[in-house]
Protein backbone atom coordinates (compact mmCIF):
# COMPACT_ATOMS: atom_id res chain seq x y z
CA UNK A 1 0.00 0.00 0.00
CA UNK A 2 1.59 3.09 -0.88
CA UNK A 3 -0.33 6.68 0.65
CA UNK A 4 0.28 9.79 -0.52
CA UNK A 5 -1.35 12.80 1.26
CA UNK A 6 -2.03 16.27 0.82
CA UNK A 7 -2.14 19.12 3.57
CA UNK A 8 -1.78 16.55 5.81
CA UNK A 9 -2.39 16.59 9.41
CA UNK A 10 0.00 15.22 12.15
CA UNK A 11 -1.25 12.56 14.37
CA UNK A 12 0.39 12.05 17.85
CA UNK A 13 0.66 8.49 19.25
CA UNK A 14 -1.65 9.04 22.09
CA UNK A 15 -4.61 9.67 19.18
CA UNK A 16 -3.55 6.43 17.03
CA UNK A 17 -3.30 4.49 20.48
CA UNK A 18 -7.01 5.74 21.47
CA UNK A 19 -8.88 5.49 17.46
CA UNK A 20 -6.80 1.61 17.86
CA UNK A 21 -9.92 0.63 20.29
CA UNK A 22 -12.24 1.12 18.08
CA UNK A 23 -14.45 -1.96 19.25
CA UNK A 24 -14.47 -0.46 22.87
CA UNK A 25 -17.32 1.95 22.09
CA UNK A 26 -14.79 4.75 24.08
CA UNK A 27 -15.15 8.27 23.19
CA UNK A 28 -12.69 10.16 20.76
CA UNK A 29 -12.44 13.62 21.69
CA UNK A 30 -8.57 13.69 21.70
CA UNK A 31 -8.19 11.82 18.08
CA UNK A 32 -7.38 14.20 15.47
CA UNK A 33 -9.81 13.63 12.54
CA UNK A 34 -9.15 14.95 9.15
CA UNK A 35 -9.63 18.67 8.23
CA UNK A 36 -11.89 20.16 6.02
CA UNK A 37 -9.84 20.95 2.70
CA UNK A 38 -7.41 17.72 3.52
CA UNK A 39 -7.06 15.43 0.35
CA UNK A 40 -5.41 11.75 0.19
CA UNK A 41 -4.18 9.67 -2.30
CA UNK A 42 -4.57 5.88 -1.60
CA UNK A 43 -3.74 2.98 -4.10
CA UNK A 44 -5.76 -0.44 -3.49
CA UNK A 45 -3.78 -3.03 -4.92
CA UNK A 46 -6.06 -6.39 -6.44
CA UNK A 47 -4.36 -8.06 -3.83
CA UNK A 48 -6.16 -6.63 -1.17
CA UNK A 49 -9.31 -6.97 0.10
CA UNK A 50 -9.47 -3.99 2.55
CA UNK A 51 -6.64 -1.11 2.72
CA UNK A 52 -6.61 0.70 5.86
CA UNK A 53 -5.99 4.87 4.59
CA UNK A 54 -5.42 5.79 8.64
CA UNK A 55 -8.20 8.56 8.22
CA UNK A 56 -9.93 8.80 10.96
CA UNK A 57 -13.08 10.95 10.49
CA UNK A 58 -15.60 12.42 12.92
CA UNK A 59 -19.81 12.07 12.49
CA UNK A 60 -21.14 13.66 9.70
CA UNK A 61 -18.02 13.87 7.66
CA UNK A 62 -18.65 14.90 4.42
CA UNK A 63 -16.37 13.09 1.70
CA UNK A 64 -15.65 13.60 -2.33
CA UNK A 65 -14.24 10.27 -3.81
CA UNK A 66 -12.78 10.06 -7.21
CA UNK A 67 -11.01 6.92 -8.65
CA UNK A 68 -8.79 5.58 -11.80
CA UNK A 69 -7.10 2.72 -12.25
CA UNK A 70 -7.68 -1.10 -13.43
CA UNK A 71 -7.45 -4.15 -11.64
CA UNK A 72 -7.84 -8.09 -14.00
CA UNK A 73 -8.91 -11.10 -12.86
CA UNK A 74 -7.15 -14.17 -14.67
CA UNK A 75 -9.37 -17.08 -15.99
CA UNK A 76 -9.55 -20.01 -12.97
CA UNK A 77 -8.42 -22.71 -14.98
CA UNK A 78 -9.74 -25.36 -13.00
CA UNK A 79 -13.48 -24.66 -13.19
CA UNK A 80 -12.83 -23.14 -16.99
CA UNK A 81 -13.60 -20.08 -15.87
CA UNK A 82 -17.19 -20.67 -14.81
CA UNK A 83 -16.60 -19.81 -11.35
CA UNK A 84 -15.33 -16.50 -11.59
CA UNK A 85 -15.68 -13.31 -13.55
CA UNK A 86 -12.56 -12.82 -15.69
CA UNK A 87 -11.44 -9.73 -17.14
CA UNK A 88 -9.98 -6.69 -17.06
CA UNK A 89 -12.23 -3.67 -15.18
CA UNK A 90 -11.77 -0.14 -13.59
CA UNK A 91 -13.43 0.90 -10.11
CA UNK A 92 -17.04 0.26 -11.28
CA UNK A 93 -16.08 -3.23 -11.50
CA UNK A 94 -17.63 -5.77 -13.82
CA UNK A 95 -20.89 -6.58 -14.63
CA UNK A 96 -22.21 -9.29 -12.18
CA UNK A 97 -23.20 -12.55 -13.76
CA UNK A 98 -24.78 -15.88 -12.58
CA UNK A 99 -21.28 -17.35 -11.72
CA UNK A 100 -21.43 -14.06 -8.54
CA UNK A 101 -24.43 -15.68 -7.05
CA UNK A 102 -22.72 -18.46 -5.28
CA UNK A 103 -19.89 -16.05 -3.87
CA UNK A 104 -19.87 -13.99 -0.73
CA UNK A 105 -18.99 -9.89 -1.29
CA UNK A 106 -19.23 -6.97 0.85
CA UNK A 107 -22.08 -5.14 -0.89
CA UNK A 108 -23.65 -7.56 -2.35
CA UNK A 109 -25.60 -5.53 -4.98
CA UNK A 110 -22.74 -3.80 -6.21
CA UNK A 111 -20.26 -4.84 -8.81
CA UNK A 112 -18.18 -7.41 -9.07
CA UNK A 113 -14.62 -6.15 -8.12
CA UNK A 114 -15.61 -2.67 -7.50
CA UNK A 115 -14.15 0.14 -5.09
CA UNK A 116 -16.09 -0.02 -1.87
CA UNK A 117 -15.64 1.34 1.50
CA UNK A 118 -16.55 1.35 5.02
CA UNK A 119 -16.30 3.14 8.85
CA UNK A 120 -14.69 0.81 10.78
CA UNK A 121 -12.79 -2.71 10.94
CA UNK A 122 -15.32 -4.55 12.46
CA UNK A 123 -17.85 -7.05 11.36
CA UNK A 124 -20.76 -4.19 12.21
CA UNK A 125 -19.54 -2.03 9.93
CA UNK A 126 -21.82 -1.93 6.75
CA UNK A 127 -19.85 -1.34 3.24
CA UNK A 128 -20.86 0.87 0.51
CA UNK A 129 -20.41 1.06 -2.84
CA UNK A 130 -17.71 4.46 -3.84
CA UNK A 131 -17.36 3.06 -7.45
CA UNK A 132 -15.71 5.71 -9.86
CA UNK A 133 -16.74 8.47 -8.16
CA UNK A 134 -19.08 9.35 -4.65
CA UNK A 135 -19.86 11.70 -2.04
CA UNK A 136 -20.86 10.11 1.09
CA UNK A 137 -21.72 11.61 4.77
CA UNK A 138 -19.90 9.40 7.18
CA UNK A 139 -22.68 8.35 9.72
CA UNK A 140 -20.93 7.84 12.88
CA UNK A 141 -16.69 8.17 13.70
CA UNK A 142 -14.60 6.33 12.75
CA UNK A 143 -11.06 4.83 11.04
CA UNK A 144 -11.82 5.17 7.01
CA UNK A 145 -11.66 1.34 5.09
CA UNK A 146 -11.27 0.82 1.28
CA UNK A 147 -11.34 -1.88 -0.96
CA UNK A 148 -12.70 -4.19 -3.50
CA UNK A 149 -16.12 -6.08 -3.54
CA UNK A 150 -14.51 -9.22 -3.98
CA UNK A 151 -13.51 -13.15 -2.83
CA UNK A 152 -10.39 -14.04 -1.24
CA UNK A 153 -9.50 -16.25 -4.61
CA UNK A 154 -9.98 -13.11 -6.40
CA UNK A 155 -7.79 -10.97 -4.69
CA UNK A 156 -5.14 -14.11 -4.95
CA UNK A 157 -4.94 -14.18 -8.34
CA UNK A 158 -5.99 -10.41 -9.27
CA UNK A 159 -3.31 -7.92 -10.60
CA UNK A 160 -3.72 -4.10 -10.91
CA UNK A 161 -4.83 -1.38 -8.63
CA UNK A 162 -6.73 0.95 -8.52
CA UNK A 163 -5.77 4.45 -7.57
CA UNK A 164 -8.39 6.42 -4.84
CA UNK A 165 -8.16 10.61 -4.34
CA UNK A 166 -10.20 11.43 -0.91
CA UNK A 167 -11.13 14.63 -0.25
CA UNK A 168 -12.66 15.83 2.75
CA UNK A 169 -15.17 18.39 1.92
CA UNK A 170 -16.75 19.34 5.47
CA UNK A 171 -14.74 17.73 9.00
CA UNK A 172 -18.12 17.29 10.80
CA UNK A 173 -19.70 17.88 14.06
CA UNK A 174 -17.19 18.36 17.14
CA UNK A 175 -19.23 16.59 18.91
CA UNK A 176 -19.93 13.49 16.69
CA UNK A 177 -16.65 11.40 18.09
CA UNK A 178 -18.02 8.55 19.50
CA UNK A 179 -16.70 5.46 17.83
CA UNK A 180 -19.07 3.46 16.53
CA UNK A 181 -22.25 4.90 17.46
CA UNK A 182 -22.91 7.09 21.02
CA UNK A 183 -21.24 6.49 24.11
CA UNK A 184 -23.91 4.87 26.17
CA UNK A 185 -26.24 6.81 28.38
CA UNK A 186 -29.21 5.69 30.84
CA UNK A 187 -32.62 6.12 28.90
CA UNK A 188 -35.51 7.88 31.04
CA UNK A 189 -38.52 5.56 30.96
CA UNK A 190 -36.24 2.52 30.65
CA UNK A 191 -37.63 2.09 34.86
CA UNK A 192 -37.75 -1.33 36.28
CA UNK A 193 -41.39 -1.19 36.29
CA UNK A 194 -41.42 -1.16 32.70
CA UNK A 195 -38.79 -3.99 32.17
CA UNK A 196 -40.82 -6.11 34.66
CA UNK A 197 -43.99 -6.00 32.13
CA UNK A 198 -41.90 -6.94 29.11
CA UNK A 199 -41.49 -11.20 29.17
CA UNK A 200 -38.09 -12.17 29.02
CA UNK A 201 -39.18 -15.00 26.47
CA UNK A 202 -41.30 -15.43 23.36
CA UNK A 203 -43.02 -18.45 22.79
CA UNK A 204 -43.63 -21.06 19.82
CA UNK A 205 -47.42 -21.47 18.79
CA UNK A 206 -48.17 -24.29 21.43
CA UNK A 207 -46.97 -22.13 24.11
CA UNK A 208 -43.51 -23.14 24.69
CA UNK A 209 -41.16 -20.78 26.06
CA UNK A 210 -38.19 -20.44 23.36
CA UNK A 211 -35.96 -17.30 22.33
CA UNK A 212 -35.19 -14.19 24.98
CA UNK A 213 -36.31 -10.75 24.45
CA UNK A 214 -32.49 -9.33 24.61
CA UNK A 215 -32.87 -5.76 22.50
CA UNK A 216 -35.57 -2.91 23.06
CA UNK A 217 -36.16 -0.39 20.30
CA UNK A 218 -37.65 3.29 20.73
CA UNK A 219 -39.44 4.67 17.67
CA UNK A 220 -42.10 4.37 15.41
CA UNK A 221 -42.16 2.27 12.69
CA UNK A 222 -40.97 3.47 10.13
CA UNK A 223 -38.26 4.75 12.04
CA UNK A 224 -37.48 1.04 13.11
CA UNK A 225 -37.67 -0.52 9.55
CA UNK A 226 -35.36 2.17 8.56
CA UNK A 227 -32.79 1.81 10.63
CA UNK A 228 -32.40 -1.96 9.56
CA UNK A 229 -32.64 -1.28 6.24
CA UNK A 230 -29.66 1.01 6.55
CA UNK A 231 -27.61 -1.05 8.95
CA UNK A 232 -28.18 -3.65 5.80
CA UNK A 233 -30.61 -6.12 7.31
CA UNK A 234 -33.64 -7.15 4.79
CA UNK A 235 -37.24 -8.08 5.59
CA UNK A 236 -37.67 -12.06 5.66
CA UNK A 237 -40.85 -13.45 4.42
CA UNK A 238 -43.29 -14.40 6.01
CA UNK A 239 -44.94 -17.26 3.66
CA UNK A 240 -42.97 -20.24 1.94
CA UNK A 241 -45.03 -19.11 -1.50
CA UNK A 242 -43.60 -15.37 -1.09
CA UNK A 243 -40.54 -17.02 -0.49
CA UNK A 244 -40.35 -19.32 -3.81
CA UNK A 245 -41.21 -15.85 -5.53
CA UNK A 246 -38.69 -14.21 -4.08
CA UNK A 247 -36.18 -16.07 -4.51
CA UNK A 248 -36.79 -17.01 -8.42
CA UNK A 249 -36.82 -13.10 -8.57
CA UNK A 250 -33.62 -12.18 -6.93
CA UNK A 251 -32.18 -15.13 -9.06
CA UNK A 252 -33.39 -13.85 -12.36
CA UNK A 253 -32.45 -10.47 -11.53
CA UNK A 254 -29.00 -11.42 -10.08
CA UNK A 255 -28.89 -10.49 -6.98
CA UNK A 256 -28.56 -12.44 -3.31
CA UNK A 257 -31.31 -14.57 -1.55
CA UNK A 258 -31.38 -13.31 2.15
CA UNK A 259 -35.14 -12.94 2.88
CA UNK A 260 -35.92 -16.87 3.40
CA UNK A 261 -38.88 -16.98 5.82
CA UNK A 262 -38.84 -17.71 9.89
CA UNK A 263 -40.68 -19.49 12.12
CA UNK A 264 -43.61 -17.75 13.57
CA UNK A 265 -43.24 -17.08 17.53
CA UNK A 266 -45.16 -15.10 19.72
CA UNK A 267 -45.05 -12.50 22.38
CA UNK A 268 -48.00 -10.62 23.50
CA UNK A 269 -50.21 -13.06 22.67
CA UNK A 270 -49.64 -12.50 18.52
CA UNK A 271 -47.16 -13.25 16.25
CA UNK A 272 -43.92 -11.45 15.39
CA UNK A 273 -44.92 -7.59 13.63
CA UNK A 274 -41.19 -7.86 11.49
CA UNK A 275 -38.68 -10.71 10.61
CA UNK A 276 -35.47 -9.10 9.62
CA UNK A 277 -31.91 -11.25 8.97
CA UNK A 278 -28.26 -10.01 8.10
CA UNK A 279 -27.09 -13.44 6.29
CA UNK A 280 -23.86 -13.85 4.48
CA UNK A 281 -25.49 -14.56 0.59
CA UNK A 282 -25.12 -18.27 -0.03
CA UNK A 283 -25.05 -19.26 3.29
CA UNK A 284 -28.57 -17.76 4.13
CA UNK A 285 -30.16 -21.35 4.75
CA UNK A 286 -27.80 -22.90 7.38
CA UNK A 287 -25.89 -19.57 8.51
CA UNK A 288 -27.48 -15.98 9.13
CA UNK A 289 -27.93 -13.34 11.78
CA UNK A 290 -31.70 -13.04 12.27
CA UNK A 291 -34.56 -11.79 14.92
CA UNK A 292 -38.06 -10.76 15.32
CA UNK A 293 -39.82 -7.29 15.86
CA UNK A 294 -43.48 -7.28 18.20
CA UNK A 295 -44.59 -3.85 19.08
CA UNK A 296 -44.91 -3.37 22.76
CA UNK A 297 -48.10 -1.79 24.11
CA UNK A 298 -45.83 0.45 25.92
CA UNK A 299 -44.42 4.14 24.97
CA UNK A 300 -41.37 5.02 26.30
CA UNK A 301 -41.16 9.24 26.46
CA UNK A 302 -44.40 9.15 24.17
CA UNK A 303 -42.70 6.68 21.35
CA UNK A 304 -43.23 3.10 20.81
CA UNK A 305 -41.07 0.60 22.11
CA UNK A 306 -40.84 -2.33 20.30
CA UNK A 307 -39.16 -5.82 21.43
CA UNK A 308 -36.80 -7.55 19.32
CA UNK A 309 -35.12 -11.51 19.95
CA UNK A 310 -32.34 -12.12 17.93
CA UNK A 311 -30.19 -15.20 17.62
CA UNK A 312 -27.45 -16.28 15.30
CA UNK A 313 -28.38 -19.36 13.02
CA UNK A 314 -25.01 -21.88 13.24
CA UNK A 315 -26.25 -24.65 11.54
CA UNK A 316 -29.16 -27.31 11.60
CA UNK A 317 -30.13 -29.68 14.85
CA UNK A 318 -33.12 -31.84 15.62
CA UNK A 319 -36.10 -30.14 16.92
CA UNK A 320 -36.98 -31.92 19.95
CA UNK A 321 -40.37 -31.31 19.68
CA UNK A 322 -41.07 -33.27 16.49
CA UNK A 323 -37.51 -34.92 15.34
CA UNK A 324 -37.45 -32.92 12.79
CA UNK A 325 -34.95 -30.66 11.42
CA UNK A 326 -34.71 -26.91 12.71
CA UNK A 327 -31.82 -24.61 13.02
CA UNK A 328 -29.54 -24.64 15.32
CA UNK A 329 -28.57 -21.32 17.00
CA UNK A 330 -25.25 -19.70 18.51
CA UNK A 331 -25.46 -21.04 22.28
CA UNK A 332 -23.86 -17.65 23.35
CA UNK A 333 -26.23 -15.41 22.60
CA UNK A 334 -24.84 -12.39 23.73
CA UNK A 335 -22.79 -11.77 20.93
CA UNK A 336 -26.28 -11.36 18.71
CA UNK A 337 -27.04 -8.59 20.95
CA UNK A 338 -24.42 -7.21 20.18
CA UNK A 339 -24.65 -7.66 16.79
CA UNK A 340 -27.69 -5.72 16.27
CA UNK A 341 -26.44 -3.09 18.43
CA UNK A 342 -23.36 -2.23 16.43
CA UNK A 343 -25.18 -2.17 13.08
CA UNK A 344 -27.76 -0.40 13.92
CA UNK A 345 -25.26 2.21 16.10
CA UNK A 346 -23.28 2.89 12.96
CA UNK A 347 -25.81 3.59 10.63
CA UNK A 348 -26.03 7.42 12.58
CA UNK A 349 -29.58 6.36 13.74
CA UNK A 350 -29.46 5.76 16.98
CA UNK A 351 -29.26 8.71 19.30
CA UNK A 352 -28.78 6.84 22.68
CA UNK A 353 -28.18 3.46 23.97
CA UNK A 354 -27.43 1.77 26.74
CA UNK A 355 -27.60 -2.22 28.70
CA UNK A 356 -29.83 -2.28 31.11
CA UNK A 357 -30.17 -5.47 33.76
CA UNK A 358 -33.76 -6.40 34.90
CA UNK A 359 -34.82 -7.58 38.22
CA UNK A 360 -35.20 -11.23 36.95
CA UNK A 361 -32.54 -11.76 34.34
CA UNK A 362 -32.55 -14.90 31.92
CA UNK A 363 -29.19 -16.29 31.94
CA UNK A 364 -29.57 -19.85 30.76
CA UNK A 365 -32.33 -21.47 29.03
CA UNK A 366 -33.52 -23.60 25.67
CA UNK A 367 -34.86 -22.53 22.41
CA UNK A 368 -38.76 -23.46 21.83
CA UNK A 369 -36.75 -26.25 19.65
CA UNK A 370 -34.72 -27.71 22.55
CA UNK A 371 -31.37 -26.26 22.02
CA UNK A 372 -29.62 -24.48 24.93
CA UNK A 373 -28.14 -20.63 25.15
CA UNK A 374 -26.96 -18.60 27.78
CA UNK A 375 -26.61 -15.00 28.53
CA UNK A 376 -25.34 -12.62 31.07
CA UNK A 377 -29.09 -11.51 31.02
CA UNK A 378 -28.31 -7.53 29.68
CA UNK A 379 -30.80 -6.16 27.38
CA UNK A 380 -29.72 -3.43 25.32
CA UNK A 381 -31.72 -0.22 24.61
CA UNK A 382 -31.46 1.68 21.22
CA UNK A 383 -33.68 5.40 20.80
CA UNK A 384 -33.64 6.12 17.39
CA UNK A 385 -33.05 9.67 16.19
CA UNK A 386 -36.87 11.34 15.84
Request: charge should be neutral; hydrophobic fraction near 40%; proline fraction near 5%.
Amino acid sequence: MNIRKKRSIAVPLAALVLWAGLSTGKAAEQAIAAKKGSTYQIDVPGTKEWVDTNVDLRGGAKLLFTATGTITYPVDNSYQGKMRTAGTFGPAGLSRNWADLIHQYAVTDAGHGALIGRIGSSDYAQAFLIGESKQYEVPVAGRLYVGINQSLSDASAATGSFQVKIEVLDEGSASATSVGGPAETPVPGITPQLLSKIPRRVSDPNGRPGDMVNVLIVGTEDQMVKAFTTAGWVKVDKSVEGAVFNALLESVEKRDYLTMPMSTLYLFNRPQDYGFAHAEPVKVAMSRNHLRVWKSPYEVNGRPLWCVAATHDIGFERDQRNNGVTHKIDPAIDGEREYVNGTLSSTGLVVQRDHVTPADPLTTAKTATGGEFHSDGRIVVLVLKS
